[in-house]
């Protein structure tokens, strides 16, 4: 039985299940390669599998992510590639997936696009993914199945250009209430940017911050979030913009 590693970057934790029910359709005895932790350089073999998750950020990869990404390697080492998004643009990160993946020695055998609840704008894409989307990612995780039985690699067209887009930093802030704050620490210790000073969470750094909202997902107090005149204009024309409901795109 090949050994499956679920490898993902993922501050809230969407990215994490839709990769998470992928590999368990295709092994539920998996290992995990979380990337919002792991910093550090590792090869697999050609008999692994890898099912490799990643948020999208303004239609790229999270920039820490993908260089964190770069440090893995396969060995002709079969990968299915998903890029998860908030309902709103893809752009070219499911192509810079790919292309990441290729570079770096994997088999690439199959891509998906998938739909989860918005990070940031909380209005768009509620409760995503939900039973349809469920459906179609096992669907499609069956699909692989027969692939990695058969054989055969990525043969359709990933959309995107090249160059990619700029990376672009959205211009909110993501604050801190401190009477809420209890000092637990655990956003010091999750945030992939080392933004925020253990001896004060409240005073993050916005140069670093890349507004993953690993920090706002993991306080046990509900104490950080988006704030700020430029979140709250954006926040109703953003919902409104992207309120139409997009569906998964498979590729092989
Ligand atoms: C900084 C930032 C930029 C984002 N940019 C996009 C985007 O370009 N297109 C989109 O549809 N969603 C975008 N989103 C939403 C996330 O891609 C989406 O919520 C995804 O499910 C987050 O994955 P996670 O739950 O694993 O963190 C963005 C979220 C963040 C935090």
Redesign the pocket.
């Given at each position: 039985m090949n050994k499956v590693v679920k490898v993902?970057?993922?501050?809230?934790?969407?990215?994490?299940k839709v990769v998470g029910l992928i590999a368990d359709n295709i092994n539920e005895e998996n290992e995990i390669c979380d990337l919002l932790y792991f910093d550090g350089e590792k090869e697999f073999s050609s008999d692994d599998i890898v099912v490799v998750?990643m948020?999208?950020?303004?239609?790229r990869l999270?920039e820490t992510a993908a260089k964190r990404l770069s440090k893995l390697h396969g060995n002709n080492t079969k990968a299915i590639a998903v890029a998860?998004?908030?309902?709103?643009?893809?752009?070219d990160?499911l192509l810079e997936l790919v292309d990441i993946l290729k570079e770096n020695s994997f088999d690439v055998i199959a891509a998906a696009t998938t739909i989860?609840?918005?990070?940031?704008f909380d209005g768009v894409?509620v409760g995503r993914p939900d039973e349809s989307d469920i459906e179609k990612i096992n669907e499609f995780s069956q699909k692989v199945i027969e692939r990695i039985e058969n054989g055969g690699s990525l043969e359709s067209e990933i959309p995107g250009n090249k160059p990619y887009v700029d990376l672009k930093q959205?211009p909110f802030i993501v604050s801190c209430d401190e009477s809420k704050c209890v000092f637990c620490l655990e956003c010091v210790s999750v945030c992939p940017e080392g933004a925020i000073p253990d001896d004060d969470p409240a005073d993050v750094d916005i140069d670093l911050c890349?507004?993953?909202?690993?920090c706002i997902?993991i306080c046990p107090e509900d104490a950080r979030g988006f704030t700020g005149d430029a979140f709250e204009a954006t926040k109703p024309k953003f919902e409104s913009a992207?309120a139409e409901r997009k569906e998964p795109e498979f590729y092989f």
């Open positions: 993902y970057f993922s501050p809230s934790e969407t990215t994490k998750g948020p999208i950020f303004a239609g999270p998860n998004y908030g309902n709103a643009q893809i752009k990160a989860s609840h918005h990070s940031i894409a959205l890349s507004r993953c909202t690993s997902n992207n």
